[in-house]
């Protein structure tokens, strides 16, 4: 049976623990810090971009294998409305607020509800008017390891009418090192989110087709739009990217999935240098609070927000 270990400790000093997940050929480290996962090895290869400390989690990451909220992805200056009530959010990226705010999910301390071998639950209670959003919400995240595959259940409940969208922010290189420009990206997705300069969805999805956001046939990441990518697309399925030998298919039970390459990694604020990954993030559209055309992401009591999201290794 799986034990929890000591990753490090914050300066608050409060402790922080990891844990080792093993089925078939696959091998993962969860933290309770961030819900991050922190190495996901493949036949002895680690596709995942992770980082060796605790302080470095602290001072040198950008969402490394964390999950994100109370709110994944970006709402327009931070403010919503809802049911006639505005709040406001902190401001952390630009004129938006991103991710949760200037200390969301990722940079909290999970609890281990539940761990086998081969999964882990983790759990988290965001109190009323953290980061500005309203109501308690429980959180949990599952990663499970099946079949050549890692699963992410999801689920949230909340006291008081409240927006949530959780996803997770890992960085995938198939090839254990390297670029990511070379990587093959096919996607189930005939439209997708144009953006302001703020990357705020400007309204309506657009079709991809005749555009450099068409992946419905494989593309490789730089081949176009010099592999900048930072947009969600519009999902009909899934997702399949290949790095030489491997493949790995991702399929979600949520409407859109952000694709981001890592084009702002630097190598200097991060350990990892630009392209070092891509991202899969599945989740509800940015700022859906503030367009209301897009599905909603409204939780109110006695309802149960779950998702699922699987990345199948071939």
């Known amino acids: ?11 608050s000093g409060e402790s922080v623990e990891r844990v080792e997940l093993s089925s078939g050929r696959l091998r993962a480290e969860v933290l309770t810090y961030g819900a991050i996962l922190r190495s996901l090895e493949v036949s002895g290869v680690n596709v995942v971009l992770g980082l060796d400390t605790i302080e470095d989690y602290l001072t040198r990451s950008r969402y490394f294998g964390a999950v994100v909220g109370r709110y994944g992805n970006r709402i327009a200056k931070g403010r919503f409305t809802l049911d006639g009530a505005e709040y406001q959010l902190p401001i952390n990226n630009g004129t938006n607020s991103l991710h949760g705010g200037t200390h969301g999910f990722d940079s909290k301390v999970w609890s281990i509800q539940d761990l086998t071998d081969s999964s882990v639950t983790l759990t988290l209670v965001s109190p009323d008017g953290d980061q500005g959003y309203p109501g308690t919400l429980t959180a949990s995240v ?3 390891l099946e079949n050549d595959a890692i699963r992410l259940d999801y689920a949230s409940e909340t006291d008081a009418p409240t927006v949530v969208n959780l996803t997770n922010h890992s960085y995938f290189n198939l090839a254990g090192g390297g670029d990511v420009l070379d990587h093959v990206v096919q996607m189930d997705a005939e439209h997708y989110l144009p953006v302001d ?4 969805p400007t309204g309506e999805p657009a079709p991809v087709k005749g555009t450099p956001f068409d992946f419905t046939t494989p593309h490789a990441v730089g081949e176009r739009y010099d592999g900048a990518y930072d947009h969600c697309f519009v999902l009909t399925g899934g997702v399949r990217v290949t790095a030489g030998d491997l493949t790995m298919e991702c399929t979600t039970t949520e409407p859109g999935v952000q694709f981001y390459t890592g084009s702002m990694l630097d190598g200097v604020a991060t350990p990892y240098g630009p392209y070092a990954g891509l991202c899969l993030e599945t989740q509800h559209f940015p700022d859906s609070p503030n367009q209301p055309q897009f ?7 006695g309802e149960r927000r779950t998702s699922t999201t699987t990345y199948r290794f071939i």
């Open 295 to 301: 599905p909603s992401t409204v939780l109110r009591p």
């Open 1 to 11: 049976m799986s034990a929890a270990k000591i990753f490090g400790t914050l300066p």
């Open 197 to 200: 300069d703020t990357k705020i």
């Open 142 to 144: 599952t990663y499970t």
